[in-house]
């Protein structure tokens, strides 16, 4: 993620897609950022000075109540693009730095 925008991180990760923050270690902590995880999801956000988004490669995420996700995203203003899968629900979502998610509901 760009330098100084761990607002924005908590906003989309923790705010609308639900995944809580978790305290960096302090050795980390002072170098940017932001860590979110719950359960077996860990999404770890580094700061870098010359930013680029990963358009391409990708996380794919396991979701419960994805419609829901999908609605608060739109609500957000947060462009998701539908993509079925045979036996899943699927959405790509970029996040505020233009990195790309998938998010999955099997059926």
Not at 22 to 41: C, D, N, Q
Not at 73 to 94: H, I, K, N, Q
């Amino acid at each position: 993620m760009p330098v100084g925008r761990e607002a924005e991180a908590r906003a989309f990760y923790g705010a609308l897609l639900g995944i809580p923050e978790r305290e960096k270690p302090a050795e980390l902590a002072r170098r940017g950022g932001a860590w979110f995880e719950s359960g077996a999801v860990k999404i770890h956000l580094g700061v870098e000075a010359d930013f680029r988004p990963a358009r391409k490669a990708h996380p794919a995420l396991l979701v419960r109540g994805l419609r829901r996700v999908i609605e608060r995203c739109r609500a957000a203003g947060v462009a998701v693009s539908e993509d079925p899968l045979d036996g899943f629900d699927r959405v790509y979502v970029d996040d505020p730095f233009g990195n790309r998610l998938e998010l999955m509901e099997p059926r």
